[in-house]
Each structure stands twice: as structure tokens, then as C-alpha cells.
């Protein structure tokens, strides 16, 4: 195989948890150009059970749309290209198909230890299954509640003592977990604590069969490391990182994350059927597609000099990377898609407050069993006008989710990725769902993947940076244009801000936003505009100086979209009154969906 960082033609590859995606990338003159792309249903389960069969229906598409071979008769990829341009030089998959890990943590104490544990689980594909705080026992026996006896004469609950060691034993026994994290203490200090922990683990994982015992990573005081393998190694495999909280004031989330990423790719990602055929196509190792798109984000970030938030929004994983210079805010939410895991939103947010968002009428429980249906048929698209509201609300949802402890401010950049917006050809709905679910303030632009490859983009960065970078910046994102979003206290209808915008070769637009509004001002992609903007009274926009921002702009797939709703956005409490004001939103961004 050449040396893919010289290779001219590659196949890029996202496999999904729904939906696989294969990219073609070649030399357009002298240029890395994005050249077409395919999709198919992601096989990894029953009945085909082999990822490589939705890996090569894409790349059929593919084929057939370029009219060039890339797969042999007997289906194997063609690789290195040959000379009459049948084939790639080189092949690179990502993937985020793979069930989360299932973590359980103990600790010493929830508000120190525990916090930065999971701080650093979210940004990985793991989800937590059980916590056990010592701190919050204090040693002491726990009154615990017990429904009464189907049979019993008294229909009364009973509240009775237990030890608090039982209940752990009893909470982590349930929770069939891959691995736990032992969590506690700052570097050099007390040990005692911990090793009544470790005693506790020793005794739970002991009762399970020897093949069912899940790995234990210790990330805590590293004075206790000698004494917790010999009490818990002997009985179960035992990893040891760095403490992710040496001292009081700091935190080290950096090692767990990366024991935790090793162990995703050895029992989930080296686990995926169709790997080992897969594996030999590839030039590089197959990367979960959380990382790949961190490392997009990251590029674009420090290529243009920007504060970038992106925000992937996949069928089984939602993925936030904010870059602001050295700063990297990083989170997976495992748990959080618009496939399979979209029941879990359900049963995280109440259907009523996510059906608020809708600009029509429906019962909470006809949402609620639309969103369920979707969940067990992930690739279902809308049919009706109905469907596409309730869909985009159910995104909102996660996606709001998803980015709750993301700093959304003194943004320059967001990008959207993934298959909620590649396959969304309404781009003024999806700009309203990323502005109503992210509810960033400021100026910034708006971009989005339209292929939703830009994972899998991320991961040809790791073995041939030039074609990413070439790819990324010339074909890989569609600007939907500016965006202003200054914070108000301001009365609906009362006036935000007087804006005057000088279009090249056009003529002067003078603008009063009043607040609660959305204004469109159409500007084409590349058409640059001289924009002058003065806020009212109790109106901040950070980038202002002496009351005033000035700068110039820059048009895009839409436009300039100035967002006056202020933040966070308040929907009007009558209900008939909320869903007007969100159908008048989705009119003023062109967002209103094309169905029956």
C-alpha cells in the first residue's frame, strides 16, 4: 500500500450507528477535491452482522454516479489506484456504530473525585451506569424505603436500616458494567478510605464469574496504587492512570480519558462485525469518529485563528467541541442521538416541554409515541409536515442536551455536522434548530456539513493532513451565512437595535429589530457587506465598542441572520400564542418545510 500521505485518490468512511457514509477525495487540478459520496443502512447488526456490507453499498453509489471501479468482482476494494483510474491509493474509516461502554464509578467523594471523573467520562463513548459516594453514606446506616408485599394486609410502606456497604454491593452487581473507575483522595494524602473501597470491590467482583468480572481503572491518590493492586489485581485485570484530581484546585482528566478510549477501541470497536475485512482495506487504525471530529474542529480553529464550536449530531452519539485558542471543551453524549437513543431523551425530558417547540398543535402522548416509533425505526423519513416539526424538535432536544455545560458565547465559527443537517435540505430550519437548541450570542458564521463526512474527514487528518485541510476548506462546509445575536432585556416589540448594512453593488438597507424577532437579510455566499449595527438600551453585544459595531461580513446560503429573541429565548406561556410565535420564526428564516 503507498504512503498515504502522498496518496492522491482516497476513500473516506463514517460508520455510524444508522447510517454509513464513504466519501471519494482525489487530485481535481493539483488540488485534494471532494469529489462525490454515498450512503448506506450501517450492518452491523442481524441479519447481515457485517459492517464492510453497508461499507461497499455506499461505495457502489459511488461507482455508479462517477462511473469509475473501485470494488473487485469478488468485492474487495481496489487499492493502490491503478493506472486506469480504477481504485484508491488509500482508505480511511471512522466509526461511532459501537454500543457506549457501561462504566460504574466509586469514589470518595461526589462533589470532588466523582465530579472530575465524570467530567472526563463525558468526553469519551462511555456511558455511567452507577455511581457509589462514600461521602454521601458518612459511614452510617442508610434508611432505605420498601414497597410493601403484593399479598401483604398492610398496604404500607416499611422504611428500615442497611449498611451502606450492601447497598453498594448491591448497586454494582446490578449494573453489569464493562469497566469501574476507583476515584479518591489528592496525591500523598490519606489511604484508609480507599481501601475500604477497594475491600468493597474486591468482595462484588469476586461473586461474579471469573469471565464476567469487569476490568477496574484506578484513577485516584497514586500513594494507594501498591496497596489497591494487591487487593484488587489478583482478582480482576486492573489498569492504573494518573489521579484526576491530584490536588484540591486541579483537575487531570487527560489519562482517564485516554485509558477509557484504549479500552472503547479493544472491547467495542475491535468487537464490530466486518472489522477484520475492513481492517485490511485501511492505511490507518479505524478511530472513533468523536475524535475525528475534534480533531476538524481543532484545525479550523487554529488554520483561521477562531473560536470554533462544533456540534455533531449523530444517530447513536452527540458529540460538542468548543476551541477557544489552548482551551478545548470536549463532550460525548453516548446516550444521545437521533437513532436508537432518541427514546432516551424521552424519557430524560418531558414530552410537553419538548413539544413547546412545535408550531403545531398535538398531544403530548402522540409526540411522545412518534418519537419512540422513531427510535425503533431510525432510518424512517418524515412523510408529513406533522413529521418534520416533530423530528427537528426531537433534535433540539438533543442537541440542547448535549451542549447544556458548553459555553456558548464569543463564538466565531459553529459548525453543524452530522445526519440531522447533512440530510436536512431546509437550511433555514436547520440555522432556527441550531440558534433555538445551542442559543449562542454574539457575531458569528454558520456552517454546515453537507455530506456529513466531516468525522471521517477528520480522521485522513491523522495520515494525510493536506487532503483534509484542502478538502475541509474548499468543499467540506457550506456557509450559511452571519449570524448577530445580541443579549437583551428588552420587551417584545420594543426596538433592539438600528442596523445599516452596504451590500457591494447594491444599494443601503436600514433595518429597526425589534426584539423577539428574526430578520433575514438575503447576502450571497462570498458577497461581502459593510455591516454598522447600534444597539438600544439594555441591549449588549459584546463586540460593540462606544455603542457601535462595525465590520464586514460576509453572505452565505442565507444570508445575514440577525436574531433579536435575546437569551435565553423565552416562549410565550398560552400555548396558541408559543406555537404563532414559532411558525413566525421558522417564516422569518425561510425555514417553513415543504410537506403536504
Known amino acids: ?78 487499492v493502490p489506484e491503478r493506472s486506469s483510474a480504477q481504485g484508491v491509493d488509500a482508505f480511511v474509516a471512522v466509526t461511532s456504530a459501537p454500543q457506549p461502554l457501561r462504566l460504574a464509578i466509586v469514589g470518595l467523594s461526589r462533589e470532588l473525585s466523582i465530579t472530575s471523573a465524570l467530567r472526563a467520562i463525558n468526553g469519551t463513548h462511555a456511558t455511567v451506569a452507577a455511581i457509589f459516594a462514600l461521602d454521601e453514606t458518612g459511614g452510617r446506616w442508610i434508611p432505605v424505603t420498601l414497597p410493601p408485599a403484593p399479598d401483604a394486609q398492610q398496604q404500607t410502606p416499611t422504611t428500615v436500616l442497611q449498611d451502606p456497604a450492601v447497598l453498594a454491593a448491591e448497586t454494582l452487581a446490578r449494573a453489569q458494567v464493562d469497566a469501574l473507575v476507583l476515584v479518591g483522595g489528592v496525591d500523598g494524602g490519606a489511604t484508609t478510605a480507599l481501601y475500604d473501597l477497594a475491600n468493597l470491590i474486591a468482595i462484588v467482583i469476586a461473586a461474579r464469574d471469573e469471565n464476567l468480572r469487569p476490568l477496574v481503572i484506578f484513577a485516584g491518590n497514586n500513594a494507594a496504587r501498591a496497596e489497591i493492586a494487591k487487593r484488587i489485581g489478583q482478582i480482576t485485570p486492573l489498569r492504573v492512570v494518573d489521579n484526576v484530581r491530584p490536588t484540591l484546585e486541579h483537575e487531570n482528566l487527560a489519562p482517564l480519558q485516554r485509558e477509557l478510549d484504549a479500552l472503547y477501541d479493544e472491547k467495542k470497536i475491535k468487537w464490530l462485525p466486518g472489522l477484520g475485512g475492513l481492517t485490511n482495506w485501511t492505511a490507518a487504525p479505524i478511530v472513533p469518529s468523536a475524535h475525528a471530529f475534534q480533531n476538524i474542529v481543532r484545525y479550523l480553529a487554529r488554520r483561521f485563528g477562531l473560536n470554533v464550536l462544533g456540534a455533531d449530531l449523530g444517530g447513536g452519539t452527540t458529540t460538542i467541541v468548543a476551541v477557544r485558542g489552548d482551551s478545548i471543551q470536549h463532550r460525548v453524549r453516548a446516550d444521545l442521538g437521533m437513532g436508537h437513543h432518541l427514546e432516551n431523551i424521552v424519557a430524560q425530558v418531558p414530552a410537553e416541554r419538548v413539544a ?95 455530506f456529513g463526512l466531516a468525522p471521517a474527514l477528520g480522521g485522513i487528518a491523522s495520515v494525510n493532513p493536506e ?28 426596538i433592539d437595535a438600528r442596523v445599516q448594512i452596504q451590500p457591494t453593488s447594491s444599494g443601503v438597507i436600514n433595518l429597526e429589530v425589534q426584539h423577539g424577532s428574526l430578520e433575514l437579510v438575503p447576502l450571497l455566499p462570498g458577497q461581502k457587506a459593510a455591516i454598522e449595527i447600534r444597539p438600544a438600551g439594555g441591549v449588549t453585544l459584546p463586540q460593540a465598542k462606544r455603542g457601535v459595531f462595525k465590520a464586514q461580513i460576509e453572505g452565505g446560503a442565507l444570508g445575514l441572520i440577525i436574531d433579536a429573541r435575546g437569551r435565553p429565548i423565552t416562549l410565550p406561556g398560552d400555548p396558541e400564542k408559543r406555537r404563532t410565535k414559532i411558525q413566525q420564526w421558522y417564516w422569518d428564516v425561510g425555514g417553513e418545510v415543504g410537506y403536504a
Open 1 to 78: 500500500m503507498p504512503d498515504p500521505q502522498k496518496a492522491e485518490s482516497l476513500l473516506v468512511a463514517d460508520i455510524g450507528s444508522v447510517t454509513t457514509k464513504v466519501g471519494l477525495i482525489d487530485v481535481v487540478n493539483g488540488e485534494h477535491r471532494f469529489v462525490s459520496a454515498g450512503s448506506a443502512a450501517t450492518t452491523a447488526t442481524p441479519p447481515e452482522a457485517d459492517v464492510l456490507v453497508g461499507v461497499r453499498d455506499a461505495i457502489r453509489q459511488i461507482e455508479a454516479r462517477v462511473e469509475r471501479q473501485l470494488l473487485t468482482d469478488d468485492q474487495q476494494l481496489i
Open 356 to 450: 413547546d417547540w412545535l408550531p403545531i398543535e398535538i398531544a403530548a402522548e402522540e409526540a411522545q409515541a412518534h418519537w419512540l416509533n422513531q427510535a425503533l425505526y431510525p432510518r424512517a423519513v418524515p412523510l408529513t409536515r406533522q413529521d418534520a416539526y416533530l423530528m427537528q424538535a426531537a433534535a433540539r432536544a438533543v442537541l440542547a442536551a448535549a451542549a447544556r455545560d458548553i459555553r456558548a458565547d464569543g463564538l466565531d465559527l459553529i459548525v453543524l455536522s452530522g445526519g440531522a443537517f447533512g440530510a436536512n435540505s431546509n437550511l433555514g430550519a436547520l440555522a432556527l434548530l441550531a440558534l433555538d437548541a445551542i442559543q449562542p450570542h454574539g457575531v458569528f458564521s454558520l456552517a454546515v456539513d453537507p
Open 467 to 494: 487532503a483534509a485541510a484542502s478538502v475541509i476548506e474548499r468543499d467540506g462546509l457550506v456557509t450559511l451565512g452571519t449570524v448577530i445575536a445580541p443579549l437583551s432585556r428588552n420587551r417584545e416589540g420594543q
